[in-house]
C-alpha cells in the first residue's frame, strides 16, 4: 500500500497543482478586476514603504511575471511526469513553493489579508493547499533534488580533478 502511495501521491500532486497555476492564468493574464484590485492594493502597500510599482503592470512582481513563474511551474510539474524527467517535476514543485510562499505571506503580512476578494478565503486556501502540496511533493521528489543541484553544480563549478586533467595536458604541451 505504501509503495502505491509513494508511487501515484507525486503523479496526483503535480496535477492537482498544475491545474490551480493553469487555471488561475486566465485571471493574471487577462486583467481580470479582482487581479487588478489584488495587485493595485499590494502595488499601494509597497509604495508606502518606498516602493511603488513593484506590483504594478511592469513592476517586478507584476500579475505577469507571477502568472510567467506559475506557467512554468505547471509545465515542469506536467513535463517532470515522463520516465527520465523526473528532475524537472522536483523543479517545478520548487517553484511553485517560492511562488506559494510569496503569495502566502502577502496575504498574511500585508493589507492584502486572507480574503481580499470577498471569497471566504478561498484564494488563500487555495494558496496555502499548494505550498503545502509543494512541501510534500519536494519531501517525496528530494532525491531528485539533490540530483538536480549536482547537475547545476557540475553546469557552473569546474570539477576539480578537471581543471588538474587540463593543467596536466596544457604542461605537456608545452
Not at 513563474?69 to 509545465?75: R, T
Request: charge should be neutral; aromatic fraction near 10%.
Amino acid at each position: 500500500m505504501l509503495k502505491h502511495i509513494q508511487r501515484f501521491a507525486p503523479i496526483a500532486i503535480s496535477v492537482f497543482a498544475a491545474a490551480v497555476f493553469l487555471d488561475s492564468l486566465r485571471y493574471k493574464f487577462t486583467d481580470h478586476p479582482n487581479t487588478q484590485e489584488i495587485f493595485g492594493r499590494l502595488d499601494g502597500w509597497a509604495a508606502s514603504i518606498g516602493a511603488g510599482g513593484l506590483f504594478a503592470h511592469t513592476g517586478l512582481f507584476s500579475q505577469y511575471v507571477i502568472g510567467s513563474a506559475e506557467l512554468v511551474a505547471s509545465a515542469l510539474l506536467l513535463v517532470g511526469l515522463l520516465p527520465g524527467l523526473v528532475r524537472l517535476n522536483a523543479l517545478g514543485a520548487a517553484i511553485g513553493l517560492a511562488v506559494m510562499t510569496g503569495a502566502v505571506s502577502f496575504h498574511l503580512f500585508t493589507p492584502l489579508g486572507i480574503d481580499p476578494n470577498n471569497d471566504g478565503g478561498g484564494l488563500f486556501a487555495a494558496a496555502v493547499t499548494i505550498w503545502v502540496s509543494s512541501i510534500v511533493l519536494l519531501f517525496l521528489r528530494r532525491a531528485e533534488i539533490g540530483a538536480l543541484l549536482g547537475d547545476i553544480t557540475r553546469a557552473f563549478v569546474p570539477n576539480a580533478a578537471a581543471t588538474q586533467t587540463r593543467s596536466s595536458l596544457e604542461g605537456a604541451r608545452a
